[in-house]
């Protein structure tokens, strides 16, 4: 079992930035890719950013290239999303989520956070 626990939402104006980071534990020693998910009220959850085990491989969905960044720090179970212009429509919880394989689609995702919510007023 792997717990996750994301942080650093918040309430943001546009054009401004956040940190979102989300740390694991229990089998952490596995190897395990990680994304980062996003759900607005009404909406389904969409894949946002996916990091492989090692880091050195990332994909992001088209809404967020170029703006959003993610990363990972094995030695402390860590993984984070930067996010920086952001814009009212990145307003959604966000879900982080460990997977065997680094893949998009939610359902080949193992594990997954509480969520951490984030608000870009216009």
């Known amino acids: 079992q792997v717990q996750l626990v994301e942080s650093g939402g918040g309430l943001v104006q546009a054009g401004g930035s956040l940190r979102l980071s989300c740390a694991a534990s229990g089998r952490t020693g596995s190897s395990y890719a990680m994304g980062w998910f996003r759900q607005a009220p009404g909406k389904e959850r969409e894949f946002v950013a996916r990091?492989?085990?090692?880091?050195?491989?990332?994909y992001y969905a088209d809404s967020v290239k170029g703006r959003f960044t993610i990363s990972r720090d094995n030695a402390k179970n860590t993984v984070y999303l930067q996010m920086n212009s952001l814009k009212p429509e990145d307003t959604a919880v966000y879900y982080c989520a460990a997977a065997r394989y680094s893949r998009s689609s939610a359902s080949e995702y193992d594990y997954w956070g509480q969520g951490t919510q984030v608000t870009v007023s216009s």
């Open positions: 990091v492989s085990w090692s880091g050195g491989a990332t």
